[in-house]
Nanobody
Framework: VQLQASGGGSVQAGASLRLSCAPS????????LGWFRQAPGKEREFVAA????????HVADSVKGRFTISIDRAKNTIFLQMNSLQPEDTAVYFC?????????????????WGQGTEVTVSS
């Protein structure tokens, strides 16, 4: 199974983008899905996560109030709505899925990863 992320791009500060992520196999079953990002020269960091039911969401403090994670259960697709983008949001954004209940904020909590989609925010 591959996770296919899309929606990245180059925008000006203050703009919005919406990232999407879907598994290559529609029947893929997960417990939770998340978004991470990795800026040049930095470690991959947690951005947001959502349970597959959509009832539970977690958002990093650094993006809280600007980013929203959601899920379309019918399409088995998650979204990351990013508003008021800032240059410090520039990174490659990765989606990830976990198949067993674990924590949500660490790289090792996830079993499957997408290829990443690049977001560049200029001032």
């Amino acid at each position: 199974v591959q996770l296919q992320a899309s929606g990245g791009g180059s925008v000006q500060a203050g703009a919005s983008l919406r990232l999407s992520c879907a598994p290559s196999e529609p029947s893929f079953s997960s417990y939770a899905l998340g978004w991470f990002r990795q800026a040049p020269g930095k470690e991959r960091e947690f951005v947001a996560a959502i349970s597959v039911t959509g009832y539970s969401t977690h958002v990093a403090d650094s993006v809280k109030g600007r980013f929203t994670i959601s899920i379309d259960r019918a399409k088995n697709t998650i979204f990351l709505q990013m508003n008021s983008l800032q240059p410090e949001d520039t990174a490659v954004y990765f989606c990830a899925a976990q198949t067993l209940p674990r924590g949500l904020k660490f790289y090792s909590d996830y079993d499957y990863w997408g290829q990443g989609t690049e977001v560049t925010v200029s001032s």
